[in-house]
């Protein structure tokens, strides 16, 4: 400062130099200098940010445009920053994000996906710049906009396409599946497809839970068994498993009179045969005639001098007695009945004949010979000489 002084007051002291910025020469944005004499001129310096020779009668001073060094990425906008600045701002464009700067982070493009715009059962693709959102698709099996802010990602309902037949249920296979499962309802059997076998009534005659003297009915769904039903002529709940079918024992019901033995017909007969016993006859039933003693008289198995008697079933002959008088068997066909001669018991005297009196008579008659007198009988008083006088 104090050479500055000296020196001022040297050049008062000899001349007094012309100031030649007071002519203004230099532009606005220019800084003037006087040069000092004998110059008569000035320099002229643009300000920081500006360039040009400075001078308002030449160039002078226009900003330093810096996006002509080309500083900013490609897909950023460069807008210069007024002078003094020297710099220019980089702006991605939309789209794209970073400092913009060509020795910076440049632009990227923003990936709308880190947002987390979508739905957990999304995937999210980014849409290219200028786009700044994202395109949500929602995962195989789901169905939606696939945004959380909309109507999100939500499983596809197979079951919506009535895969399944009339008679299955149909349960939605939860993605990523894109089918359902369809079970063949309570009594019926396939796979319960409407394009498939279908469902169709199980037969549980197929499984042969019946008797073999049963006929089987399917019962149909959503019965699971048969109804076994015993042929005609035979009882019991006709099942493999149960009582089964055995033949219906007509004589349980005793069809037969109390002297018949009773024989059940095989099925598929509902009665029984009724048989007399030994001895008796008839048809053997309680409700016919019955069975009745044989009377084995009635054939004449006797003599005719005899009394027949019909022996009691199981007797089937007959007892045939001679009459008073009568002798033998009394048989038609055995010895029959003879008279009874009372003279083989000897009942006359030595002196007397004997003759026997005809049956029923059990006696003789007993008469003294000539010569002889008496009853003749040896009980008696015999026979005695005749004592002549």
């Not at 079918?245 to 059940?264: E, G, R």
Request: proline share 6%; with cysteine; net charge negative.
């Amino acid at each position: 400062m104090k050479m500055q002084l000296e020196r001022t007051r040297t050049m008062v002291s000899f001349a007094k130099d012309i100031d030649a910025c007071l002519a203004n020469p230099c532009h606005t944005k220019a800084t003037c200098t006087d040069n000092p004499a004998p110059g008569l001129d000035v320099t002229c310096t643009c300000k920081t940010g500006y360039t040009g020779d400075g001078l308002v009668s030449g160039t002078g001073c226009s900003d330093i445009d810096a996006c002509l060094a080309n500083p900013c990425h490609a897909k950023a906008t460069c807008t210069d920053n007024p002078a003094p600045g020297l710099d220019a701002t980089c702006t991605c464009k939309t789209g794209f994000e970073g400092d913009g700067l060509v020795s910076g982070t440049g632009c990227s493009d923003i990936d709308a996906c880190l947002a987390n715009p979508c739905h957990t059962k999304a995937t999210c693709t980014d849409n290219p710049a200028p786009g700044l959102d994202a395109t949500c698709t929602c995962k195989t099996g789901y169905t939606g906009d696939g945004l959380v802010s909309g109507t999100g990602c939500s499983d596809i309902d197979a079951c919506l396409a009535n895969p399944c037949h009339a008679k299955a249920t149909c349960t939605d296979n939860p993605a990523p599946a894109l089918d359902a499962t369809c079970t063949c309802k309570t009594g019926y059997t396939g796979d319960g497809l409407v394009s498939g076998t279908g469902c169709s009534d199980t037969d549980a005659c197929l499984a042969n839970p019946c008797h073999t003297k049963a006929t089987c009915t399917d019962n149909p769904a959503p019965g699971l068994d048969a109804t076994c039903t015993c042929k005609t002529g035979f009882t019991g709940d006709g099942l493999v498993s149960g009582t089964g079918c055995s033949d219906i024992d007509a004589c349980l019901a005793n069809p037969c009179h109390a002297k018949a033995t009773c024989t059940d017909n095989p099925a598929p007969g509902l009665d029984a045969t009724c048989t007399c016993k030994t001895g008796y006859t008839g048809d053997g039933l309680g409700s016919g005639t019955g069975c009745s003693d044989i009377d084995a008289c009635l054939t004449n198995p006797c003599h005719a001098k005899a009394t027949c008697t019909d022996n009691p079933a199981p007797g089937l002959d007959a007892t045939c007695t001679c009459k008073t008088g009568y002798t033998g068997d009394g048989l038609g066909s055995g010895t029959g009945c003879s008279d009874i001669d009372a003279c083989l018991t000897n009942p006359c005297h030595a002196k007397a004949t004997c003759k026997d009196n005809p049956a029923p008579g059990l006696d003789a008659t007993c008469t003294c010979k000539t010569g002889y007198t008496g009853d003749g009988f040896v009980s008696g008083t015999g026979c005695s000489g005749i004592i002549f006088p």
